[in-house]
């Protein structure tokens, strides 16, 4: 097998990007865009010594499952990935990614169950970064970044983001291009704006726009805060508005100066019963109607008694032990952003909670606090960025000896990694993957542990 030999491929599963797979003398070979059950027709554009890329030159079985499109720029934008693919199969292949992934670690885990999907599963983003960018003849722009790229695609309508968030968006970058301002460069870090971060209550319908410029003297730019002072004046659903300034040649987008220009310094909206205001940094679910349904999950499977006490690691705005509060004794929580902290704070007063509390800093250097205070908890709950647990924080859990563990997962190569070592004392109960990003590979995780008993 060689580069553009073409070859007649079986294809025998989908992987962690919805790419087909399948194998051609023993090796692993992905073909995007085909579909478990597909037999296509495809020529290698990269053969390696481990494993092989095919493109589709011709379609010979079609799975059924295989749908049109409904996006124009499908396939080009970086945002999606399985709008080829029928809903209710991408469901089931996200749950059987999950097996596979735990199979590789050789876990011992009952059936995985279906993933939750939604009934309606478009426009639910309520959070969207566009960048803004200047195309080769200079012309700024803003959109979403092509696969694999930092070139930016524009895009009339996302189905996956909020309707008003996008049109929104739309209006505050024309009045931006039409004052002058430039999209960002990267390759020589010139140009004004580089992302526009809208967020809006998916209940309350609160609206907080954060303009993200390349230099500081921005902040005070006459002709920009006369440009937000405009929009707000238009849309009265905007209620906070933010400068913030990134003068570093990074990929992180928001920078470290964040610059309260109109409104309140923060949106709410609620989850449940609970209402949770949010602030520019803080980490809120991006599907808010799927939150409801992941955290509920949560609680159910983990079968709370009203004596237990609760750790809810890696807290954000304190919304899962919040979510919690009322069927156990006391949640302590641990987050790393300031802010954040700030508003679980908040929320915890918003909400009437009295038997919670929220300490800011790292997992893995707070929690011996819990220890030395001589806290001990009947259950963790641990819901971590994709990069999962360290192990530093996995011995602490270890050695707290909970009754239960609730592990909340956005990216189940490190879940199944950390469930490996906590496999030592802890038994899989259950595993109830949660569609929080339809038509895209992302797949969030609820799985729960119980002690072994020795
Ligand atoms: C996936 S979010 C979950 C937040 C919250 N549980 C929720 O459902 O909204 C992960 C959170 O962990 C925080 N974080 C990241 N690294 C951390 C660390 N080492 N220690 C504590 N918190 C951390 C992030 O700021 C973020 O708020």
Known sequence: MKK?????????????????????????????????????????????KNYAIAKIEQMITESRYRVKPFCDVFGKCGGCSSQHIEYDMQLILKSKLVKNLFDKQKLKYPKIENTVGMGLPYYYRNKVQYPMRQDSKGNSKIGFYLKR??????????????RVIDILAKELSEDLIKSGFKGYNEEDNSGDIRHLLIRRGYHTKEIMVVVIVNKEELV?????????????????????????????????????????????????????????????????????LQAEVLYSVLKESLLINKDEVIFDLYSGVGSIGIFLSKEAKKIYGIEIEKEAVKMANLNIIENNVTNAEYIAGSVEDKIEEFKIRNI???????????????????????????????????NPATLSRDLKLLESKYEIKKVVPVDMFPFTEHCEVVTTLELKRS
Not at 13 to 39: C, L, R
Not at 236 to 265: A, M, R, Y
């Open 376 to 410: 001990k908890p009947d259950i963790i709950v641990v819901d971590p960025p994709r990069k999962g647990l360290d192990e530093k924080s996995i011995k602490y859990i270890l050695a707290f000896n909970p009754k239960k563990i609730g592990y909340v997962s956005c």
């Open 220 to 288: 005070y730019d006459s002709k920009l805060i006369d440009i937000l002072k405009n929009i707000v004046r238009k849309n009265e659903c905007i209620k906070s508005v933010f400068i913030n300034v990134n003068e570093n040649n990074t990929n992180e987008i928001l920078g470290d100066k964040l610059e309260h220009i109109l409104g309140d310094e923060y949106i709410s909206d609620y989850i449940g019963d609970f209402k949770f205001f949010i602030s520019p940094k803080s980490f809120f679910q991006v599907n808010t």
């Open 149 to 162: 790229s930092h070139n930016v695609i524009y895009n009339n309508c996302c189905y996956i983001q909020n």
């Open 4 to 48: 553009n030999d073409v070859s007649k491929l079986e294809i025998i599963d989908n992987g962690m990007n919805f790419e087909g797979i399948a194998k051609n003398n023993n090796m692993v070979v992905f073909v995007p865009g085909a579909i478990i059950g597909e037999t296509v027709l495809a020529k290698f554009i990269k053969v390696n």
